[in-house]
């Protein structure tokens, strides 16, 4: 159970204790007992009640003392009392089995999954680091022609947190939590290419590379890659799975295309540049629209009905913004062919 019971101790005039009894007994506390009053009070009742069950109650007596101007309501946190009654086990282990329902059903809860993407959108050395040693890696592998040495940049890219951040922020309505992921995505993006573009400056672009020309290869089998990359890796977060390999599959889409526009950019091929980029945008988009599928289809959203209903206008907008971003992404490269 979330949270200790409470102790509430109340004291009042006599006149008022079948009243109170009544109440009380209604609300069914785990236990109460009724007791001479204390000083100028007349009677004192001690209630025990579950965490989440007090405000109730306190409102009530409240409402009964409304004319009575000589009474007191202490309330005081209790770690524990023993033994319980046998109803509240059994509501106990009801509640319990509720709540792990829940979170079998809908994998993490809405906190815990806001926790773990806080943590991956963090602009600190260790992403930069990440990101200029992957485009290294990647830069590499796709002018050696090395399908290894680029699967081994995907491995160490750091780009799934942001991505997965942006999308859960969309599903919650948090502009704040948006927008740090963006800060973070584009900077990593930016980090990226300018450090593939580099490269490209310093040392011949190797053209013929077929995993170079491979980033330039447009059509509906990238956008269902993309798709299912971002769908994984929201999966991977709600249910609890490891990231590991879906941060791979998400790099497959997002790394690999960044270090080609900047090769083909430094080589000054510019439309090949503009298939790589192009290719890129239709990953990055393909992913986040995934990703906010399966938010929704898994139930994620805010916990207040009035930022509910706003998160869910925010996510039909997006929605439909990412739908027309693919569709027109995929026109223009398929323009190319």
Known sequence: MVGVMKLLKVTFPSSYKDQIIALVTAAEPVDWSLDTGYGRFEQAMDIIIEPKDGQALVDSLQTAFSACPDWRINIMPLEASLPLPERIKEKRAKDDAELAKKKSSNGALRESLVQKVNKDIALDINFIVLTILSAIVATIGLNSDSVTIVIAAMVIAPLLGPILAFSLGTALGDTDLMARAAKTGLAGFIIGFGTALLMAVFMPVELGSQELLDRTTIGPAIVILALASGAAAALSLTTGMSSALVGVMVAVALLPPSAAAALFLGAGEYQQAQKATILLGLN???????AQIVFAWKGIRPRIFSERARAIKALRVN???????????????????
């Open 319 to 337: 929605f439909v913004v990412w739908t027309i971003v693919l569709a027109v992404l995929l026109l223009l490269g398929m323009s190319f062919i």
């Open 284 to 290: 990055v988009v393909s992913v986040l629209l995934a």
